[in-house]
T-cell receptor, first 113, second 111 residues
Framework: NAGVTQTPKFQVLKTGQSMTLQCAQD?????MSWYRQDPGMGLRLIHY???????DQGEVPNGYNVSRSTTEDFPLRLLSAAPSQTSVYFC????????????FGDGTRLSIL | DAKTTQPTSMDCAEGRAANLPCNHS???????VYWYRQIHSQGPQYIIH???NNETNEMASLIITEDRKSSTLILPHATLRDTAVYYC????????????FGKGTTLSVSS
């Protein structure tokens, strides 16, 4: 089991460029989510999915798109990157049942110039 | 989700017990208390969770007051590797609900 795998680990973009952050899990988890973390702050929820074909917005969804075509993958898309999206992005998954703990990836560090 | 209140920072000597408090006075009957931690530059790590009863695992113990309005995470013998940000989160026992993080408590363990 690899757990939750995020790629790439680091990325630098120019303002206006588009990019997809990849997230994959091999635990057959139904629930997946994306967070961003900025200096001095906790994690903020961007989008989440309760299963293939179903997504919903979190606290800070603006500027981000997601899709969930398979159980394993939950990519996060930045259509037109802005400097305010410079952050560390974490993907997480859990069995979508009651009180199951959530597993996190190691993060993608994104800088937008 | 119910809001939680944690101290911004705490210090602990290596080998001593670290007791991290959390207030969740508006917790609902179906909401669990979860604890995660985040070591610098890593993704958050699950520690423990509970509903009403005290819980213990290989990492920590969780003490929940009888009225469930507060809880304490106990690391029985803190080591330098326990230096991290600790997050207390309450979440309903319901499929599909999100985990909402606050700013957590920064625990510094020193020798």
């Amino acid at each position: 089991n690899a757990g939750v795998t995020q790629t790439p680990k680091f990325q630098v973009l120019k303002t206006g460029q588009s990019m997809t952050l990849q997230c994959a899990q091999d635990m057959n988890h139904e629930y997946m989510s994306w967070y961003r973390q900025d200096p001095g702050m906790g994690l903020r929820l961007i989008h989440y999915s309760v299963g293939a074909g179903i997504t919903d917005q979190g606290e800070v969804p603006n500027g981000y798109n997601v899709s969930r075509s398979t159980t394993e993958d939950f990519p996060l898309r930045l259509l037109s990157a802005a400097p305010s999206q410079t952050s560390v992005y974490f993907c997480a998954s859990r069995r979508n049942a009651g009180d199951q703990p959530q597993h996190f990836g190691d993060g993608t560090r994104l800088s937008i110039l | 989700d119910a809001k939680t209140t944690q101290p911004t920072s705490m210090d602990c000597a290596e080998g001593r017990a670290a007791n991290l408090p959390c207030n969740h006075s508006t917790i609902s009957g179906n909401e669990y208390v979860y604890w995660y931690r985040q070591i610098h530059s890593q993704g958050p790590q699950y520690i423990i969770h509970g509903l009403k009863n005290n819980e213990t695992n290989e990492m920590a113990s969780l003490i929940i007051t009888e009225d469930r309005k507060s809880s304490t995470l106990i690391l029985p013998h803190a080591t330098l590797r326990d230096t991290a940000v600790y997050y207390c989160i309450v979440r309903p026992n319901q499929a599909g609900t999100a985990l909402i993080f606050g700013k957590g408590t920064t625990l510094s363990v020193s020798s």
